[in-house]
């Protein structure tokens, strides 16, 4: 059996037990997502595509697009027929 020792703040102490979860906040970072990346010949068509379907993804002139959020990212490569296992939402 194990045993979890962790700092705490509030005291400056080591104490036993799991140290709890710090939450997260401000925005998820603008992600660049080469995979999903096109030629540079077709950054255009690429930005032209996600324009008529509304959304508002900038591509790179090398032809990646920068995702905003967890959620646009998952949206836009469903909408282009591809499925990321290992995203975050």
Known sequence: MSRFFHYDKVSGEVVE???????VTGDWPELTC????????????????????GES?????????????????KRCLKMR??????SYS
């Open 17 to 23: 037990g799991r140290a709890p979860c710090e939450e």
């Open 34 to 53: 080469y995979a999903s990346g096109v030629h540079a010949s077709q950054a255009g068509e690429l930005r032209d595509f996600f324009k008529q379907r």
């Open 57 to 73: 993804v900038t591509v790179t002139p090398q032809g990646d697009p920068v995702y905003t959020s967890p959620r646009q990212r």
């Open 81 to 86: 027929g591809f499925h990321d296992r290992n």
